[in-house]
Each structure stands twice: as C-alpha cells, then as structure tokens.
C-alpha cells in the first residue's frame, strides 16, 4: 500500500512540478516587438454547425475587423434554419450549405477535408483561420496581426476570452483556458518549445493546414490535438507565436450537460492521441531529433487539471492528519502555487465562493468525462455542443 501512495504521489509531483515551471516560464512572457508590415492574403473558414443568433453576431464581428486587410471569408453551414442563412447572405459572405451527417465517422474531419478541397487555395490565400460559430471577434485583430510579422511564422495563436464570468462553470472554464494560454502556448514558447493550438483563432499557413489534415487519423475525435500530432511529426520544423492581442471572446457554457459533453470531446480527443500516437510521438523524439513531439506526449497524458489539484489537496490532507509536511504534501505545493499565478490575476475576492461552486460542479462531470472518453462509442466522432 506504501509502495502505491508513493507511485501515485511521484506521478502527481511530476505533472506538478512540469505544470509550475510551464506556468512560471509562461507569466514572463513577452511578445517581441516587430515593424508591422502589411498583412498578406488570408482566408476565414467558418463551419457553422446548427448556427443559432450568436452566429450573426460573430459575422457582424468579422466585417468590422476585416476593415480594409487582404482577408476573404467562407461560411460553410450544415444543418441551419434558413432565417440565419437568409440574415448572414446580407453580409456578403460567400457560403455554401452541405451535410454531412450521411458520412460515418468524425463529422469535422469531413467538413475540414471538404473546405481544403474545395475552398482553400495556398496560391490565393498564404494564410488561413478557423472561427467557432460563437467567436466574436476583437474589432482590432487584422490591426495587431499586422504588427506580428505574419510571415516568419507557421502558426501564430490568438487568445481566446470569455464574454462573461457570472456563472462558476463559467468561471472555472475561464480561468482552465488562461492555464492553457500560461502553459501551453507562452510557457512552452518561452521555454523554446512549440505552442499548442486551440480548436480557433489561429492563423496557420495555409499550405501547412492542409497537409495536417490530410494526415490526420481516420478514427481520431476531434481535431486540434489530432492536427497537432501531424504537425510535430511531420517534415516541418514549426515556427509559432502567442499573441495576447488577437483577441476572439466566446460564451461560455453555464450548464453542466453541455460542459460534460464538451470534456468529453476533449479527453476523448487528448487520451485518444496519447495512446495512439505516443509512438509516432517517441519516434520523432528520438529517431528524428525534434524533442518538441515528446514533450507534447507529456501535455496528453496528464490526468485533468482539476482532479489533480483535489487528488494532490487530498495526499496533503493526510499529511496534515499526521502532523506532517513531507513528500505527499508536495504535489499540491507547486499545484497551488501554479493556480494562484494563474487565476489571482483573472479574478476578484467576491468570485472565489463562484468559483468553488463551479469547481464542485465540473469535478464529477470531469471524473465521468476522463473515464468513458475511450469509449469505442465516441472514437471516430465528434461531439457537438452549444
């Protein structure tokens, strides 16, 4: 029994520890200052899954941003109420309606294999961008993407926020995706690693994203983690940037059915590409010289954020019980410590109590989600939420 207390604590100490340096590199972060130059050519895709009213307000969002910038937009809707389609024609989109639901398999893989197909060329268009249905976008982000040097870079990552945080899922998602902007994309840049994208709001060369799609596996879930396996395993040595300024804000869920089905697509998908891809992951590591593949095999087995604080808080509880600080008090040390640096900035003192609550809420629905999420029933699919 004291043998496994131990491996459980050295495993909990580890994602600890590779969390708080991640998190600590990431809150030095700086972008680097550069000429701003005009942007070259850039296709937005918009697949829009069952739109509802939000996605006019996403659109009205994108004509103000676009301003006078090189950037074209195609709207792909799949099973929407023509009143949306008939308001969105107004805006002078090109647009196209098509299901897919007659296909087996991962429904976005097919309608991201159809827009590179049929409606993204690298010759008319250097770069590409991917919106959610409910991305609302900052009106000044072809201003900044301007000012990055768009071209010394593959992919260059923009930074999602929430539009409120008066709920505590709300909150507690708010505060999950500023530890990802923390450690996966500023830490691991500013330790010299790649970043790791999010499902939108990324500007990715065009010729590169479809390549990765391409590649992308028959029976995987989802698709960011996915596409980033074939990214850092593939021939190119990828160039990528964080920028904090290229800002698309989103609703965030407040019920907790549609929060489980959204963990579930995402575990699904992380588990998924952990334990199918950590060989191709290995061998890029170690046969090809690009480390950066077996560091991301680290970012997808880590177990949940949340059940590794409570897992690490309830090690330190029985430490405390026998009047001790010692080895099982450590993971949740640095675990805590990692939190404060991330979500102190993010909220105010009344938000804690939300913030507990919200944390109770999705700590069950996350246990759920992280053990059916390899289920034969989901590989091969993906799981729509809104």
């Known amino acids: ?12 100490l580890f994602f600890a520890v590779y969390g708080f340096i991640l998190v600590l590199a990431g809150a030095t972060y700086k972008t680097k200052n550069v000429t701003p130059r005009t942007l070259t050519s850039i296709k937005i895709l ?56 007659h296909l087996s398999g991962n429904s976005y893989r097919h309608v991201l294999q159809y827009l590179c197909n049929h409606h993204l060329d690298e010759n008319t268009h250097e770069y590409m961008l991917i919106l959610d249905k ?77 390549y990765a799609i391409k590649q992308m596996d028959e029976e995987a879930p989802g698709y960011d983690k996915n596409f980033m396996v074939k990214l850092l395993t593939g021939p190119v ?29 995402w575990f699904g998908e992380q588990y998924f590409n952990a334990f199918y891809n950590s060989k191709s992951l290995i061998k890029a590591a170690f046969l090809q010289g690009k480390f950066r593949s077996f560091d991301y095999l680290i970012t997808l087995i880590r177990p949940p954020r949340s059940l590794q604080l409570v897992g690490s808080g309830l090690l330190a509880a029985s430490d405390l019980i026998d009047l001790n600080f010692g080895y099982l008090s450590l993971p949740f040390f640095f675990n805590a410590v990692s939190f404060g640096i991330v979500a102190v900035p993010a909220m105010k003192l009344h938000q804690v109590k939300r913030l507990i609550i919200g944390l109770n809420k999705v700590l069950f629905s996350n246990v759920i989600a992280s053990v059916t999420c390899l289920k034969k029933k989901y590989r091969n699919t993906f799981i729509h939420t809104r």
């Open 1 to 12: 029994m004291e043998l496994i207390s131990i491996i459980i604590t050295s495993l909990l």
């Open 46 to 101: 918009l697949p829009a899954y069952k739109p509802d009213q939000t996605f006019l307000q996403v659109l009205e969002s994108v004509r103000k941003a676009k301003k006078n910038h090189p950037v074209d937009v195609f709207i792909l809707f799949q099973e929407a109420n023509q009143d949306i389609v008939q308001s969105a024609e107004k805006f002078g989109f090109d647009f196209e309606q098509k299901r897919f639901d």
């Open 237 to 265: 040595k990828l160039r990528t940037l964080f920028e904090d300024a290229l800002i698309v804000r989103e609703e965030k869920t407040t019920e907790i059915n549609n929060y489980q089905s959204q963990r579930l697509r």
């Open 134 to 210: 409910d991305n609302i976008v900052d009106e000044a982000f072809f201003d900044h993407l301007a000012k990055t040097s768009l071209t010394d870079y593959h992919i260059i990552q923009g930074a999602r926020k929430p539009l409120q945080t008066t709920e505590g899922i709300q909150l507690f998602d708010a505060i999950s995706e500023r530890y990802n902007d923390l450690m996966l994309r500023k830490g691991k840049l500013q330790l010299g690693g790649a970043l790791e994208i999010s499902g939108s709001a990324a500007v990715i060369k065009t010729n590169l994203f479809k």
